[in-house]
């Protein structure tokens, strides 16, 4: 059975810095695109980055480019969010996703639980 | 960034009844759409990608059409489990870029 597990939210300041990570169980996370969604508060979803299988493409919404970096490590089955120069409406729930290739488009078919990360002073 | 427009935002509803939700993109994305329902503290689950493709385990009770600006979700006859928040995510291209979201809830 495939589980996504993220880790690494907390309360941070806003300019700080925090790595997410998310460990893969149950598949082989090297033969998928693997992704980052968040959803603020009460809010909707938000799509943040997208890393390809070898890491050689990634893509990230205008709102955190420059400030967050996606990285993975496929030894490890791992992925992970570098969030830099955090501010307070980066506070959200940070949601891993297993990214579906079919045909050239593209679904999640699989979420972790989500982390937490507080931006406050 | 292409813009994702779902209607309405929220519908009440009773078990049993047809539910239709809309999602309107601000341009062409052939059928470059998914729709995700998320239940209240839980993660989203996919429920229909290819704008019209059930996704394994969905029932077949979900069903998605439109093709180019304009898609439907419908759920053919409520169940208490399906009471949730649903997405749609257009993929066609960078950023990709959920709906606002529809909240279906018990009348």
């Known amino acids: 059975e495939v589980e996504l597990v993220e880790s690494g939210g907390d309360l941070v300041q806003p300019g700080g810095s925090l790595r997410l990570s998310c460990a893969a169980s149950g598949l082989t996370s090297a033969t998928y695109w693997m992704s980052w969604v968040r959803q603020a508060p009460g809010k909707g979803l938000e799509w943040v980055a997208n890393i390809k299988q070898d890491g050689s493409d990634k893509s990230s919404a205008d709102s955190v480019k420059g400030r967050f970096t996606i990285s993975r490590d496929n030894a490890n089955n791992s992925l992970y969010l570098q969030m830099n120069s955090l501010r307070a409406e980066d506070t959200a729930i940070y949601y891993c996703?297993?990214?579906?290739?079919?045909?050239?488009?593209?679904?999640?078919?699989?979420w972790g639980q989500g982390t937490l990360v507080t931006v406050s002073s | 960034a292409i813009q994702m427009t779902q209607s309405p935002s929220s519908l009440s509803a009773s078990v049993g009844d047809r539910v239709t939700i809309t999602c309107r993109a601000s341009q062409g994305i052939r059928n470059d759409l998914g729709w995700y329902q998320q239940r209240p503290g839980k993660a989203p689950k996919l429920l229909i990608y290819?704008?019209?493709t059930l996704q394994i385990g969905v029932p077949s009770r979900f069903s998605g059409s439109g093709s180019g600006t304009d898609f439907t979700l419908t759920i053919t006859s409520l169940q208490p489990e399906d009471f949730a928040t649903y997405y749609c995510l257009q993929d066609y291209n960078y950023p990709w870029t959920f709906g606002q979201g529809t909240k279906v809830e018990i009348k």
């Open positions: 996703a297993r990214v579906l290739a079919v045909a050239g488009r593209f679904y999640f078919d699989y």
């Open positions: 290819a704008a019209s």
